[in-house]
């Protein structure tokens, strides 16, 4: 389960409350863009492209800001992409979901010589909450906003979230509160104030996490190796660790790769559970002789 896959879904299931959010215009007419472009894709955490009936809004959810190549240049490679295929308004925006003091989440826009650049940038942790908790589809981005008592603000999403009447709503946002509190605070406060055996019950948890499955099968193939499949899950499970506890060293990854698929499974489906380092090594200690 991978925040970008989180915030993906969110972004793609409200379309346009995030429309409204992001562009201040009142419409329920916006499509999902399920497009890949020219060229050759940009890595990137989490894209999404939503077109309103006169512009095409482009979000762009990152937990991290160092990236290859740099956001401010994938922003304009992606304007010009935009631009260049559907030839109308193209409205973006860098959405940074995890606090830190790097140059590149206070900076909207590239430059070069003969280019300037400009895009919307939003720190999620400047923002006031309130508009968060009382929309439903930015409920689980509220637990990264702007807050005096954190563990205050996690337990107000707790309360917004147990209002939803529709149970399968209900359980998907309480899926992806889950994944991005993580960002943010530590698991057993999270445990106490969202119930896990609902949130694992969501239909959105599974398919996430199958999502991002996917992708990691995707780039086992790809790379053309013979097992292909087990390949993409080691790649996966290399991500969400990397993303959740940070970048394990090269004997760690070696005790991943010898997993069985199954196991690889499990593992993606314990990380939920991890909070240290020391976690992953009582798991593997637990399911390697």
Same mark, same amino acid.
């Given at each position: ?53 006169? =512009? ?14 740099? #956001? ?11 631009? &260049? ?17 790097? /140059? ?22 400047? =923002? ?31 309360? =917004? ?22 960002? &943010?605070?530590?698991?057993?406060? #999270? ?23 996917? /992708?990691?099968? =995707? ?19 290399? &991500?969400? #660790? ?13 005790? #991943?790769? &010898? ?5 690889? /499974? ?24």
């Amino acid at each position: 389960m991978t925040y970008d896959n989180a915030c993906k879904y969110l972004a793609e299931k409200y379309p346009a409350e995030f429309a409204r959010w992001l562009l201040s215009v009142n419409t329920t007419s916006v499509q999902v863009l399920k497009t890949e472009l020219t060229l050759e894709p940009i890595r990137a955490d989490s894209v999404t492209f939503l077109q309103t009936p006169n =512009q095409i809004l482009h979000i762009e959810f990152q937990t991290i800001p160092t990236s290859d190549p740099p #956001i401010p240049f994938r922003m304009l490679d992606y304007y010009t992409r935009l631009k &260049r295929q559907y030839w109308c308004e193209v409205e973006q925006v860098a959405l940074f979901l995890k606090q830190t003091g790097s /140059e590149i989440v206070f900076t909207d826009e590239y430059q070069d010589t003969n280019t300037r650049h400009r895009y919307q940038v939003i720190r999620l942790w400047e =923002q006031d909450p309130a508009p968060f908790l009382a929309n439903p589809a930015l409920l689980p981005l509220a637990t990264l906003t702007r807050t005096a008592s954190p563990a205050t603000l996690l337990e107000q999403v707790a309360q =917004q979230i147990a209002k939803i009447e529709d149970i399968d709503e209900r359980r998907n946002i309480l899926s992806c509160a889950d994944i991005l509190a993580g960002l &943010r605070f530590e698991k057993d406060l #999270i445990r106490q104030l969202f119930r896990e055996d609902i949130m694992k019950e969501s239909v959105t948890y599974q398919a996430i996490l199958e999502e991002g499955r996917q /992708e990691g099968r =995707q780039e086992g193939r790809q790379e053309g190796r013979q097992e292909g499949r087990k390949e993409g899950e080691v790649l996966l499970i290399l &991500r969400l #660790i990397a993303r959740r506890l940070g970048r394990v060293d090269t004997q760690m990854q070696e005790r #991943i790769q &010898r997993l069985s698929i199954p196991q690889l /499974e499990e593992l993606g489906e314990a990380l939920l559970d991890f909070s240290e380092a020391t976690d992953l090594v009582a798991w593997l200690e637990a399911h390697q002789s």
